[in-house]
């Protein structure tokens, strides 16, 4: 399992799970999780171009996720906000498959991309996923305050003069980034279960920010670590183990969030009972 | 006469049994989506009629494992996400997001799973493309029966909840007020939403029943006003784009080079230029209404 085919697995995959577990965060606090799901399976029949034109998937990768940006937020202008997202995602990956259709013999090559592919990540990818990783995290830093305010209360935000659109086409980028990077690793329909999954969690187990960001990066760390050497092991697709222990996790939180406010509710009423004695 | 209709329809499309295969079944899953999308856009649940779609493509790649009917399958896992969704779910929306998201992510992941087994076991690869994406021309005939049965099925409970189920959607509090079981009708669209997703996912695939479901509806909300005309207009128009979509499909085997274009391009396409176009004649309808004013 660490042998060295295996390292740039881990470093990549490490790398990829610590910038969804981050930018989970705003997805989670924006409850975006259409776009989250949108951009990365939108962003995959760039793949699909870039193999049939035979340059860089990486360059289709973003090319695509700046398409998704675009669609979402232009559309979005217009007409209702989800249905514009639903349309956008519609006509990318009609588009794919469009390319698809060109190209039979790539079957196995799009199995990969939709649901994840560990094996085989060469020293040279290493690098791009790095610094487009640091790319967003970094913009996601210096925006921190006007994001988080913007998401919690659009109405603070205006006043003290924050566009709320602008702040969405930030995000949007953001993560049309962490996007490109995680796809080939998690697959494009399973991304977002990892921007979703771990920052969901982080939220129903503390209300502080940085503490859920921190939670947040842990758990999609322990999430994509447990997938790989899981799917190592058995031989199944990394998707089914990130997706499925996404909601295992999420479960685990809510009835640990549960127990906690009973236990904290017949606190109160004793302390109530004892007060009146 | 018969030569300048074949000079643009080309020879045999109405002779061709998959051509009228999926002309009967992508139109039933025109009809039914547009109708029950109406509901979708109205009640702002994309993304739930999104994601049912794609958990749905878990029970394909499953029917595809197992062997039976894949109509089956795709309804059987559509039917136990919306049943999860409306179990789970709470009434704020920041947390149904969530928990749509999360369900969605686990049956993403049952489908990969699936779909892995599917190429060990019958060592072909195409089972992907197909579940995701739609094979429109490859349906079995024998499908048909069965799928006018629960398109007839759900379009009967729409026309029998119309009432509550429009007046929860424009307006919950009052739906309340007058008496009406607001979960319960949200459980039934819901419901009625999965069979519709189950036969779109059959013709264009999972990944692109949205389309269907919330294109037509979206373009005949821009146009018109009263619900029961979007209704008749979002059929007509998820009609129209389907059979649309498969005529240019079957014809762009001979004017592209050696194979055709995948009908859910063409069908995807004409939908996402109506709404486009539409938005500009709604902006040109306004601004003229707002010079009027003036």
Not at chain 1, 80 to 100: D, I, K, N, P, Q
Not at chain 2, 147 to 176: K, Q, T
Not at chain 2, 203 to 226: E, H
Not at chain 2, 235 to 251: C, E, M, P, Q
Request: hydrophobic share 55%.
């Amino acid at each position: 399992m660490f042998s060295s085919i295996m390292i740039n697995t881990w470093i990549v995959a490490t790398l990829v799970a610590a910038v969804a577990g981050f930018v989970g965060f705003f997805v989670v606090i924006r409850s975006s999780s259409f776009a989250a799901h949108t951009l990365p399976l939108g962003t995959f029949p760039g793949a699909a171009l870039a193999s049939l034109l035979g340059v860089n998937t990486l360059f289709g990768l973003i090319a695509f996720a700046g398409l998704g940006v675009i669609g979402i937020s232009q559309l979005g202008r217009l007409g209702r906000h989800e249905v514009a997202t639903a349309l956008s995602l519609v006509m990318l990956l009609a588009l794919g498959t469009l390319f698809l259709s060109m190209s039979r013999q790539y079957s196995q090559q799009v199995y990969a991309l939709l649901f994840g592919e560990v094996l085989g990540v060469s020293t040279t990818e290493i690098l791009p996923v790095a610094a487009i990783g640091s790319l967003s995290v970094a913009i996601a830093a210096v925006l921190f305050r006007p994001l988080l305010l913007c998401s919690i209360s659009p109405e603070l935000a205006e006043v003290q003069r924050v566009s709320s659109r602008r702040m969405e086409l930030w995000f949007l980028t953001i993560l049309a980034l962490a996007t490109a990077l995680s796809l080939p690793v998690v697959g494009a329909l399973l991304v977002f279960s990892l921007m979703v999954g771990p920052a969901a969690v982080a939220r129903t187990l503390t209300d502080s920010p940085l503490l859920a960001i921190l939670l947040s990066v842990v758990l999609s760390l322990v999430t994509v670590w447990t997938a790989i050497a899981l799917s190592y092991l058995t031989n199944w697709p990394v998707g089914f183990f990130v997706g499925g222990l996404g909601a295992i996790f999420y479960g685990l939180g809510r009835v640990w969030r549960h127990i906690n406010t009973q236990s904290r509710r017949r606190a109160v009423t004793c302390a109530d009972r004892t007060g009146t004695c | 006469m018969s030569s300048l209709l074949h000079s643009v329809v080309e020879a045999g499309i109405f002779s061709s049994d998959p051509v009228r295969t999926a002309a009967i079944i992508g139109g039933a899953a025109a009809v039914v989506s547009g109708v029950i999308g109406v509901f979708t856009v109205i009640r702002g649940q994309s993304f739930a009629g999104h994601a049912l779609a794609d958990i749905s493509s878990a029970g394909g790649s499953l029917s595809f494992l197992l062997g039976i009917n894949p109509l089956a399958g795709f309804l059987g896992l559509a039917l136990l996400a919306a049943a999860g969704i409306e179990f789970i779910g709470i009434r704020r929306a920041r947390e149904r997001d969530l928990i749509t998201g999360i369900i969605l992510g686990a049956g993403l992941g049952l489908s990969a799973l699936f779909l892995y087994f599917d190429v060990i076991t019958h060592s072909t690869t195409g089972a992907a493309v197909s579940v995701m994406f739609g094979s429109m021309f490859t349906i079995p005939p024998s499908i048909i029966p069965l799928a006018l049965i629960i398109g007839f099925g759900a379009l009967f409970m729409v026309a029998l909840l119309y009432r509550p189920l429009l007046l929860c959607s424009l307006d919950s509090e009052l739906a309340l007020v007058s008496g009406i079981r607001v979960r319960l009708i949200g459980l039934l669209h819901l419901l009625i939403l999965a069979l519709a997703v189950a036969l779109s996912a059959m013709t264009v695939g999972a990944v692109l029943s949205t389309a269907l479901l919330i294109g037509p509806a979206a373009i005949a909300l821009r146009l018109v006003k009263r619900p029961g005309q979007a209704l008749i207009l979002a059929a007509s128009i998820g009609l129209i784009t389907t059979w649309g979509g498969i005529f240019l499909a079957y014809d762009s085997f001979y004017w592209t080079p050696g194979h055709g274009w995948p009908v859910s391009f063409f069908i995807v396409s004409l939908i996402f230029v109506l709404y486009i176009v539409t938005g500009w004649i709604q902006w040109l309808r306004e601004a003229g209404s707002c010079s009027q004013v003036l």
